[in-house]
């Protein structure tokens, strides 16, 4: 099946400094990824839609300038959390959209700890 | 908005069956998916139903859906300890997912 990575899987930064997440597609293209947070015992929230060659599509409540998402290519999309705080600290996953429309496969997930 | 609901916590005797519900929100949703995540892991694709069918098997794992009611279950046959782990069910959000919260499965020896 299809494979997503994510690096790194755990980080731990002091508050005030920016957290890059990668996201990528192993053994497919594609064009669009998603990325999700899960605070502990809680489910998946989507954070936003990102587009290969485009801007991402942020859901409601999430700050774009302080989650930057890039795509810069059909396999990879990067999340980076910027000025990270105490309540940033969570559990990042992105997922990426398979050729077929039920199709998404999920990363192994980043988890974030800010100091 | 609404929440996709699940019951958070069920716990059953290995070889048991177990049955874990989902009521979703989207009565258009073409897809409906049943996710496992096992501890500090990501998330693992168990099945899924098209939104036309009201039953799917899959080796131990059978799916039900009730269109009408917003209902989807899971049923895990000859449960194992291995299938200990958080359960979450989804509705199609565009092309994203809408996860209920997860239902904690414990199976005990």
């Known amino acids: 099946g299809a494979v997503v990575s994510q690096h790194p899987s755990r980080v731990i930064c002091k508050s005030g400094t920016s957290v890059k997440i990668e996201c990528r597609s192993l053994?497919?293209?594609?064009?669009?990824m998603f990325w999700y947070r899960q605070f502990p015992k809680q489910s998946l929230m989507l954070m936003a839609t990102?587009?290969?060659?485009?801007?991402?599509?942020?859901e409601q409540g999430v700050e774009k300038d302080k989650f930057l998402i890039n795509h810069a290519s059909l396999t990879l999309s990067t999340l980076t959390v910027t000025s990270a705080h105490p309540e940033d600290s969570s559990f990042y996953i992105c997922?990426?959209?398979?050729?077929?429309?039920?199709?998404?496969?999920f990363g192994p997930g980043t988890r974030l700890t800010v100091l | 908005g609404e929440d996709v609901e699940q019951s958070l916590f069920l716990s059953v005797r290995e070889g048991d069956s177990s049955v874990i519900n989902c009521t979703y929100t989207?009565?258009?949703?073409?897809?409906l998916y049943w996710y496992k995540q096992e501890p500090g892991a990501g998330l693992q694709l168990l099945t899924y139903?098209?939104?036309?069918?009201d039953m799917k098997q899959d080796q131990r794992l059978t799916v039900l859906l009730n269109k009408k009611d917003k209902h989807l279950s899971l049923r895990i046959a000859d449960t194992q300890t291995g299938d200990s782990a958080i359960y979450f069910c989804?509705?199609?959000?565009?092309?994203?997912?809408?996860f209920g919260k997860g239902t904690s499965l414990l199976v005990t020896p």
């Open positions: 989804a509705e199609t959000h565009g092309y994203a997912l809408n």
């Open positions: 989207d009565s258009s949703s073409t897809y």
């Open positions: 990102s587009n290969e060659g485009s801007k991402a599509t942020y």
């Open positions: 139903i098209f939104s036309n069918m």
């Open positions: 053994d497919f293209q594609a064009t669009t």
């Open positions: 997922s990426a959209r398979g050729t077929s429309y039920n199709e998404q496969f």
